[in-house]
């Protein structure tokens, strides 16, 4: 296949609306992450995003409307708390799970009955949606399992000849993908953290937020019987993994430092090429958005070994952060 490599241009909008109009595959930019994008309400075109990501068919996607009120197309019925939310955080990374209206492909959902949806803040990808003229299903523009895609070159090097076109933009500007919170039952609880933090969403709807208890394991999520059926991406699968081996270094931030001195020098005595991810201690938004590009960087250097310092899990944004960092590393922790 050939991939277009179209800009943010009017008439390159126009173009890529049209292919995923007519049933094909775009990748195109958003605050958050690029996402590689679908008509929503079209099966076979769903179909062709998990194949071309190499993503397992019951991780649901999140789909992407232009307008708030397109949101009555995919959800019989809103509450106070869902419209609260909506006034105050579209456009921009919350994703709300809602009971979803009939007529949305199982395909989309991961065959549940909920459906996830999102207003990006984002004039490309707004603009792309109201071409388009329907909701558009967009998980990350990568090959499933690696890390997503902040720069259109990520998008490239992953998805290049495996999908009809690539809207190349500029830089993502949070860097981590959008918090995902499921509004379907009496207390929200978030399903995946992102920049919008619990503190965030319980100041404007005026209550508590739960947190989804596997957020709160540091380990991976073991199935064995295959019935766990996850509400949002990021919940059940290996997620953005470098090529390289990855281990996470907590504790005392001097301590960190120096236990990632001595591994790198023991590593580097055998021949290991070691990259070392270390952020400022309560930079966590420069994190967010750094880290993804930093993870495809080493990648791009070649190194066998990543040494990351964790971060501060008692904020909002560096647990958010902290969530990526532990499942890009295979839960693989070491406290000094």
């Known amino acids: 296949m050939q991939t277009k490599i ?70 019989p019925m809103l509450s106070p708390v869902i419209i609260s939310l909506i006034d105050h955080f579209w456009p921009g990374p919350l994703t709300l799970v809602l009971n979803k209206k009939q007529g949305i492909p199982d395909a989309t959902t991961g065959g549940l009955h909920t459906v996830a949806v999102r207003m990006p803040d984002d004039a490309a990808a707004l603009a792309l949606i109201t071409q388009a003229d329907c909701p558009v299903a967009a998980p990350s523009a990568n090959l499933s399992g690696r890390p997503s895609p902040t720069k259109p070159s990520h998008v490239i090097e992953d998805l290049n000849g495996k999908i009809d ?33 619990e503190e965030d969403i319980e100041a404007v709807i005026g209550g508590k937020v739960e947190f989804d208890p596997l957020l709160l394991k540091n380990e991976p999520q073991n199935d064995e019987s295959g019935d766990f059926k996850p509400k949002s991406p990021g919940m059940k699968y290996k997620h953005y993994a470098p090529k390289a081996q990855m ?22 005595m055998i021949g290991n090429r070691v990259g070392v991810m270390l952020f400022e201690e309560k930079a966590f938004r420069e994190a967010a958005h750094d880290f993804f590009a930093k993870l495809r960087e080493l990648d791009e250097q070649g190194v066998d070994l990543i040494l990351a310092g964790a971060l501060s899990d008692t904020d909002g944004v560096g647990f958010a952060v902290m969530n990526r960092m532990l499942k890009s590393a295979g839960y693989n922790i070491v406290k000094v």
């Open 247 to 268: 281990t996470v270094i907590e504790g005392h931030r001097s301590k960190v430092k120096s236990e990632i001195e001595r591994v790198k020098k023991l590593n580097e």
């Open 6 to 75: 179209l800009t943010t241009s009017t008439e390159d909008i126009k173009t890529a609306a049209a292919i995923i109009k007519s049933g094909g595959l775009v990748a195109f930019p958003t605050e958050t992450v690029y996402g590689l994008g679908a008509n929503a309400l079209d099966e076979s075109a769903v179909k062709k995003v998990y194949a071309a990501k190499g993503r397992p068919n019951d991780n649901p996607m999140i789909v992407h409307i232009a307008r708030a009120s397109d949101i009555g197309r995919l959800t």
């Open 165 to 197: 076109a690539i809207i190349a933009g500029g830089d993502c500007r949070v860097g981590i993908e959008s918090t995902v919170l499921d509004v379907t039952g009496e207390t929200p609880v978030i399903l995946r953290p992102g920049i919008i933090t």
